[in-house]
């Protein structure tokens, strides 16, 4: 984590209203329901400072998150996910999408192999090609024509997919350090990811 408190604090429970969890595309039916335990995460109560922003956010999101209009396989989107998180230094990002990434089928040893050399024997010869994709796209925001063309078994949808999936998470990673957004309680953060 970059910072250990947030520069913008996430809206608590109290200071939310009924629009704003609409937003989120929570439909409660009063403030009774629980809200968030585990659904409104920490980014998204510190974005619900800008409303419309989130909105557009979420939009984007959703899209690159989506396994249907996504050409990326869950899990190539998460290990490039993870990559750029980690790349990026975002201790947030990086906890929350190893969690994902489980979910999406990556081992420990994926998760833990993600920040270090991408061409160990533990990545498929594409596997390992967008891991340096995703490289290039944080360092230089070009992907070189040799990475162009090892990508071609993914095809241009794919090509835009990884594009469009590095840049979003890079954006999300400039979020979250610089707005200061804290993991949520029983969420740790990697200790190298730690300031």
């Known amino acids: 984590m970059r910072l250990s408190t947030p520069r913008i604090p996430p809206l608590a429970d109290d200071q939310l209203d009924r629009a704003q969890l609409a937003d989120l595309g929570l439909n409660l039916k009063s403030r009774d329901d629980k809200i968030g335990r585990g659904l409104l995460l920490n980014i998204f109560r510190t974005l619900l400072h800008a409303p419309d922003a989130l909105r557009a956010f979420l939009a984007y999101g959703n899209y690159i998150m989506s396994s249907q209009k996504n050409s990326l ?78 990508l071609s078994e993914i095809g241009d949808k794919g090509r835009i997919d990884l594009v469009m999936t590095v840049g979003q998470y890079t954006q999300v990673s ?11 309680d029983g969420h740790k953060v990697d200790p190298e990811l730690v300031a």
């Open 73 to 150: 396989s869950p899990r190539l989107r998460e290990l490039v996910i993870l990559r750029t998180g980690w790349l990026c230094k975002s201790g947030y990002e990086f906890s929350q999408h190893s969690r994902i990434g489980r979910d999406c089928g990556l081992s420990d040893e994926d998760i833990e192999s993600v920040k270090g050399d991408p061409n160990a024997d533990i990545w498929s010869p594409l596997e390992s090609t967008m891991l340096k994709a995703t490289d290039e796209l944080v360092f230089s925001h070009h992907l070189s024509d040799q990475t162009w063309n090892a």
């Open 174 to 184: 400039m979020m979250l350090n610089s707005f200061g957004v804290q993991l949520e």
